[in-house]
């Protein structure tokens, strides 16, 4: 079904793409003012930290937070003039990097789902500090790592270059891979970070301006010692709200939180960071009440993705989280609706259904990218709704 339905095609505006992201000491402009991401150690917030995070961003922010796919907080609408005293209320809080390299360079998933006695903690917290090295690898600003030692992977569809996994074949041993090969290398728990790093060296030294290691994949072997094993744990389908062994998945309306909420999230316990616009309550049995939060995994919100939209970012043509909670409803169980400020599609690469702003309204896609060619063209935003049952139950060409 390719249907063009408005007389002038109006192209999503031109992305800009930033081969960065945002900090506490490197901040970054948006359409709502300052973006000020926290990267909580071991990918945790103690109550305390947490409380703290959500009044610098009640007093000094628009009072909005983000979760973002690289497990991170972060807050909205800051003055540049009130980032001095946000870094020092993250400073007493222990949320401030020694520098803005090292900030930079902390790129650490880390599963939600740890137990005390899995070494995850360790390994990420060994991490951490390399990194933080005069020595460590000068590393781009998206490579990262996952530390995802369960008796499941449960990061493998989340962005990270150099993947730390426990081996199936003894519990206390591990696997250190190179993200897009087959192989890694059979490691202890001691022995984990030091093998990372020479991976990540060993990435650097390939040269050619490369930003991420699945690229090398294609083109170069390994080193040695990371072509010994192709058995690995094996992967857990994406989790979704509601009760977990350590407490409850708690999901934010398409990844944005109130300040008021994560303060009355902070109240029931510790916080565990996801990738997956979701926070592990440790300890929680039941289901928070804030209604913006997303507790059961039948809950529409879940089928529908949106990215920040306007006014938060200075390419979005129109507001998409409105949409996306007006069209929820719409979309049913099994399929995924992607709604999209422009073409760059930062939320999803690939939704059964795509809208992607534009000046004169929305373009609608079926089975392709937020940039591929739309079915249909200028939908106004009010219409969209009577268009998606069929279209989701057309066949697919
Ligand atoms: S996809 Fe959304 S968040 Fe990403 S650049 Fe475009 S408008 Fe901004």
Redesign the pocket.
């Known amino acids: 079904m390719r249907t063009a339905v408005a007389p002038s095609p109006q192209p999503a505006a031109t992305?800009q793409i930033k081969g960065w992201c945002p900090g506490a000491l490197r901040p970054m402009l948006s359409g709502d003012g300052l973006v000020v991401r926290v990267r909580p150690h071991a990918g945790r917030l103690t109550s305390a930290q947490a409380a703290g995070i959500a009044a610098l961003a009640s007093e000094y922010g628009n009072g909005m937070l983000d979760l973002t796919g690289r497990a991170n907080l972060q807050l909205r609408g800051l003055h540049p003039e009130a980032h001095a005293a946000v870094l020092q209320g993250l400073q007493a809080l222990g949320l401030v990097d020694g520098s803005a390299d090292f900030e930079a360079r902390r790129n650490i998933l880390v599963t939600p789902f740890w137990q005390p006695d899995d070494g995850t903690q360790h390994i990420a917290a060994a991490l951490a500090e390399s990194l933080s090295a005069p020595d460590a690898p000068a590393l781009p600003g998206k490579f990262g790592f996952a530390v995802d030692c369960g008796p499941q992977a449960v990061l493998r569809g989340s962005p990270a270059d150099i993947r730390i996994e426990r081996s199936p074949g003894d519990s206390n041993d591990y696997i250190v891979r190179a993200n897009g090969y087959a192989t890694g290398a059979v490691v202890s728990a001691d022995e984990a970070v030091p093998a990372a790093m020479v991976l990540a060296h060993w990435f650097l030294a390939q040269g050619g301006g490369l930003t991420r290691m699945a690229a090398l994949a294609p083109q170069l072997a390994l080193p040695e010692r990371f072509q010994t094993s192709t058995d690995f744990v094996p992967s857990a389908p994406k989790p979704q709200p509601g009760p977990v062994a350590a407490g409850w998945l708690v999901g934010a309306e398409f990844g944005q939180l109130q300040a008021d909420t994560l303060a009355a999230l902070s109240r029931l316990g510790p916080l565990r960071m996801t990738p997956w616009q979701m926070l592990l309550v440790e300890g929680l049995q039941h289901a928070p009440a804030p209604p913006e939060l997303v507790t059961q995994a039948h809950d529409a919100r879940l089928r529908v993705v949106a990215?920040?939209?306007a006014p938060g970012?200075l390419?979005?043509a129109a507001a998409t989280r409105p949409l996306a909670r007006a069209l929820a409803p719409h979309v049913a169980a099994g399929q995924l609706l992607h709604v999209?400020?422009?073409s760059?599609?930062?939320?999803h690469p690939r939704a059964a259904l795509t809208l992607v702003a534009t000046p004169v309204g929305f373009n609608l896609i079926r089975h392709g990218t937020a940039a591929s060619t739309p079915d249909l063209l200028a939908l106004a935003p009010e219409t969209i709704a009577s268009y998606l049952p069929p279209i989701f139950h057309a066949p697919r060409i």
């Open positions: 992305p990215c920040t939209g970012c390419q979005a999209s400020g422009c760059k599609g930062c939320a």
